[in-house]
């Protein structure tokens, strides 16, 4: 079972600066692609930020410039730097991370639990 671990979320004020953290537990042979979303009261879950194995980021334009997302040398471990916070950004953050558990395995994907960032005015 592979188990993914957010935190880092908070309450800070508006230009304010939080950074998340995901760690993963458990079996895995590989990951193509890790991912940060979000989701807002009463509003769908969004795409926030997106690393390959290859370190290629990509972002949704609300963020751009503001967040950045790294997976350092430890593996499957997923960061989210987010600077200049705004009360939009207030959501709850979802790590999610492509696997695959074994070489013949398919990929799948894993969702952490979540961590709430509440921006203020």
């Known amino acids: 079972q592979v188990r993914l671990v957010e935190s880092g979320g908070g309450l800070v004020q508006a230009g304010g600066s939080l950074r998340l953290s995901c760690v993963a537990s458990?079996?895995?042979?590989?990951?193509?692609?890790m991912r940060w979303y979000r989701q807002a009261p009463g509003s769908q879950r969004e795409l926030v930020a997106s690393i390959t194995s290859g370190g290629s980021t990509d972002y949704t334009d609300s963020v751009k410039g503001r967040f950045t997302i790294s997976s350092p040398d430890a593996k499957y471990t997923l960061y989210l730097q987010m600077n200049s916070l705004k009360p939009e950004d207030t959501a709850v953050y979802y790590c999610?991370?492509?696997?695959?558990?074994?070489?013949?395995?398919?990929?799948?994907?894993?969702w952490g639990q979540g961590t709430l960032v509440t921006v203020s005015s």
């Open positions: 458990g079996i895995i042979f590989s990951t193509d692609v």
């Open positions: 999610n991370l492509r696997i695959r558990r074994s070489f013949a395995a398919g990929y799948a994907e894993v």
